[in-house]
C-alpha cells in the first residue's frame, strides 16, 4: 500500500516524550518485560516511516523520542531489527516498579461508585451491563441524560476507558466524569444544559480482567492485554486496541504472534470485551442512523490527542474526506489548546491498525479521538504515576471534554460546515 509522506507541519507535532501512546508495550520505569522480552533502545530513528518499519518486525515501541525510540522485543526481533539496519542495545530503566498504588481504583470498588452515582442521582444516570469479560465479569456502561430512562432522539457521546489494563489512569478518568456530569446537574448552568440536551455513555473500564490481573501481584505486571487464552498457545491475551474489525491486521501495525503485546487475535473481534463494545455501539443504531456522534477513547501514557486514521499516513481516503479530516482536526486542536497535550493524526507516531479510532469513524462514521493522558514522557511515571497525580489530571480533562459535549449536536460546526452535513 501507498502512503504519502507525513507533512512536514505534522511530523514537528510529535512531542520528543511522546512516550506509547496506544501502542507501547513497557514504559522505562519498568522493572523486566515479558518472560523471553527485554527493553531495548535504537538510536537514530527519527520519521514515522522508520518507527512503522520497526513496529512492523513485531517489537512494541513504548517510547518515541527526538531522534530514537524504546522497544520491547526478543532476541529473535533484536536479529531481524539488525538486517534491517536498527542496532538495538539494552536499556536500563531508570526505576524499578512499586506495589500497586492503593489510591487506584479496583474494578469491585468501581462498580460500589457506580451504583452510588446511580442512587444519589436516578433521574439522570442510569447504569446497564451490556456484556461480559472473559472471566464473568459485568462489563457496564452508564448513561447520563435528564431523561434518563427514555430513549431520546438526541446526539449522544461516548465515553470509552481501560482498553489495555495497566493504563489505570483512564478508570479514574471515568469516575471523575461521572462524578462531573452529575454532581454538576443543577448546579453548573453549561453541565445541566449539556446532560439536557444529550445522552452520555461512559463506559468506566472495558478490560476488568486485565486490569485486576495487572493490580494483584505484588507489584505492578505491566500487563497490556485482556485474560482470554489463545487457541494452540500457552500465550494469554489479546491487544483489544489491535482487534476492531476495521482494516484488520492490514498494515504490519499490529502483531500476529500470541506471545505479542499488540497481539490483534486470530479474528477481527475475537476478543470477548471487543465483541461486546462493538456490539454496544452498533446497538446505538436507530432506523438505520448511528446515534453516537463524537466519541473519546482514553489511554495513558503522553499528553497527546489522536485522530483517525492509524493505518495509515494519508490524510484523506476513501473513507475520510478533506472535511471529515478538518472537522476531526479543528476539534482535536481546540479540546488541547484546553488540556495542554500535543494534538495529531495517530499515524504521525506510527502506522497501527484494528484500533478502534479507526473502526468508529470508518465503520460508524462517529468523530472521535484518543486521548493519551499524563505523564508527558517515562520520567513521570510512565503507565504507572502516583495516585496522588488523580485529581489534577483527570480535572486537566474537564474543559477539553466539555467542548467536545459542546460539538456533538454538529461536529462539522466547528469548521462551518454544519448545513451541508447537519442541515
Known amino acids: 500500500m501507498h502512503h504519502a509522506s507525513p507533512s512536514p507541519f505534522r511530523r514537528s507535532l510529535v512531542p520528543v516524550a511522546v512516550g506509547a501512546l496506544l501502542l507501547g508495550t513497557l514504559a522505562t520505569g519498568s522493572a523486566t518485560a515479558e518472560p523471553g522480552y527485554g527493553l531495548y533502545e535504537i538510536d537514530g ?90 472471566e464473568g465479569r459485568d462489563l457496564v456502561a452508564v448513561k447520563i441524560s435528564d431523561n434518563v430512562t427514555v430513549d431520546e432522539d438526541r446526539p449522544e457521546v461516548l465515553f470509552v476507558h481501560s482498553q489495555h489494563a495497566r493504563e489505570h489512569l483512564t478508570v479514574e478518568m471515568a469516575v471523575y466524569l461521572l462524578h462531573l456530569l452529575t454532581d454538576g446537574y443543577g448546579e453548573e448552568p453549561r453541565i445541566t444544559e449539556l446532560v439536557d440536551g444529550r445522552e452520555i455513555w461512559i463506559l468506566p473500564n472495558v478490560n476488568p480482567d486485565g486490569s485486576e490481573y495487572d493490580m494483584a501481584g505484588d507489584t505492578w505486571r505491566n500487563w497490556r492485554k485482556n485474560r482470554q487464552p489463545n487457541e494452540g498457545s500457552s500465550a494469554i491475551g489479546t491487544d483489544m486496541n489491535r482487534n476492531w474489525a476495521y482494516n484488520w491486521g492490514c498494515c504490519g501495525g499490529s502483531s500476529g504472534n500470541p506471545s505479542g503485546t499488540t497481539y490483534r487475535g486470530d479474528a477481527p473481534e475475537s476478543a470477548t470485551e471487543v465483541k461486546a463494545v462493538a456490539d454496544f455501539v452498533r446497538g446505538r443504531v436507530v432506523d438505520g442512523e448511528q446515534q453516537i456522534t463524537a466519541a473519546i477513547d482514553f489511554h495513558t501514557y503522553s499528553e497527546l490527542i489522536l485522530w483517525p486514521f492509524g493505518h495509515t499516513y494519508d490524510e484523506t481516503t476513501g473513507a475520510m474526506t478533506q472535511e471529515e479530516y ?45 486521548y493519551e493522558m499524563y505523564p508527558r514522557s517515562a520520567s513521570g511515571g510512565g503507565f504507572y504515576p502516583p495516585s496522588s497525580v488523580i485529581e489534577r489530571e483527570t480535572s486537566r480533562n474537564e474543559e477539553a471534554v466539555l467542548r467536545l459535549l459542546d460539538y456533538a449536536d454538529c461536529p462539522y460546526r466547528i469548521i462551518g460546515e454544519q448545513d451541508a452535513y447537519c442541515g
Open 45 to 134: 530513528v527519527t520519521t514515522p516511516e522508520e518507527r512503522s518499519e520497526i513496529a512492523a518486525t513485531g517489537v512494541a515501541i513504548d517510547h518515541v523520542g527526538e531522534d530514537s525510540v524504546l522497544i520491547t522485543g526478543s532476541t529473535e526481533d533484536l536479529d531481524e531489527l539488525d538486517s534491517l539496519g536498527y542496532a538495538a542495545r539494552a536499556f536500563e530503566p531508570a526505576r524499578t516498579l512499586a506495589s500497586p498504588d492503593p489510591g487506584y481504583t479496583t474494578y469491585p470498588e468501581l462498580l460500589e461508585i457506580i451504583d452510588q452515582v446511580v442512587t444519589d442521582h436516578p433521574g439522570i444516570a442510569a447504569r446497564e451491563v451490556f456484556g461480559r469479560s472473559h
Open 326 to 370: 478538518d472537522t476531526h482536526r479543528a476539534l482535536g486542536e481546540y479540546m488541547a489548546e484546553a488540556n495542554g497535550y500535543t494534538p495529531q493524526q495517530s499515524s504521525d507516531l506510527y502506522i497501527t491498525d484494528g484500533s478502534i479510532n479507526d473502526w468508529l469513524w470508518a465503520d460508524q462514521g462517529i468523530v472521535n479521538f484518543t
